[in-house]
């Protein structure tokens, strides 16, 4: 059995992503960071449909904590898979603020750099060697870092999310040596709970964003987990180093 790597899977996209990657009978090992009952609920899902998941504590702004990650990684795969490698990662984890350029704290600025750029660079160095050959790496990134989202007030994220779409190309030329596929998705407006659930506090402006939208409503997590899954899957064996906007047609 294939084994996946899905952080940030506690809720939203990463919830999403998970289920919808076990559900194509790949195992997998999901992490949460604050939100440890949402870890076991995906987990729960997973195995109410027949998969196998295990749910792992990580905050991927603590970089100093990867190698201990990694080791729990590698017995998790032992007991669980019988393996020592996995195939898939899905590096998903982050944190959305808005902050009007004039406003942003270095402290912000510094916390979106650890989160959502320096996170996934060192975690995937730390998980390579782990990685076999011909799997493949999603990023989540953002179509606030392009021009079909801009919108005022996500200067600092979207620039860690520009940032991850440009690292995301070169880990794809360095992988290619061993066969391992690189690509991302940048999804636009998504019904989770980013921002501290934003959604549920301002439910007006979902209208607003919908309007704004080519497809006439806001995306919802599995409108991008089965993008990320996708991407995983040999159907996208000839696809890499792209960055595909999951979106409705934001802003078209």
């Known amino acids: 059995m294939k084994v996946a790597i899905v952080t940030g899977a506690s809720s939203g996209i990463g919830q999403s992503a998970a289920i919808q990657i076990a559900k ?14 949402g870890g076991l609920d995906t987990v729960a899902a997973i195995e109410k449909e027949g998969g196998t998941a295990v749910a792992l504590p990580l905050d991927v702004g603590e970089s100093g904590s990867f190698p201990a990650f990694r080791t729990s990684v590698v017995d998790v795969l032992r007991d669980t898979w019988g393996r020592d490698s996995f195939d898939h ?24 750099t650890r989160v959502l750029l320096k996170g996934p660079y060192f975690l995937t160095q730390t998980l390579l060697p782990l990685m076999a050959d011909g799997g493949a790496v999603v990023n989540t990134t953002s179509n606030s870092a392009m021009a079909s989202g801009l919108e005022p007030g996500y200067s600092a994220y979207a620039s860690m999310k520009g940032g991850l779409i440009v690292l995301t ?8 040596a061993r066969g391992i596929r690189v690509n991302a998705v940048a999804p636009g407006s998504t019904r989770t709970r980013i921002s501290d659930d934003a959604f549920e506090r301002f439910p007006e402006v979902i209208p607003a964003l919908a309007a704004k939208t080519a ?4 995306g919802e997590p599995d409108d991008i987990g089965t993008v990320i899954a996708s991407l995983l899957s040999e159907e996208s064996r000839w696809i890499t180093a792209q960055n595909i906007e999951v979106s409705g047609g934001y802003n078209l």
Do not use: I, P, W
Not at 89 to 112: C, I
Not at 215 to 218: D, E, H, N, S
């Open 24 to 37: 194509r009978g790949v195992g997998v090992v999901l992490t949460f960071s604050g939100n440890r009952q």
């Open 89 to 112: 990662l899905v590096n998903n984890a982050g944190f959305g603020q808005m902050a009007m350029f004039e406003d942003t704290t270095e402290e912000l600025f510094d916390r979106f």
């Open 169 to 176: 190309r070169y880990m794809a030329k360095e992988f290619s």
């Open 215 to 218: 497809l006439g409503r806001v």
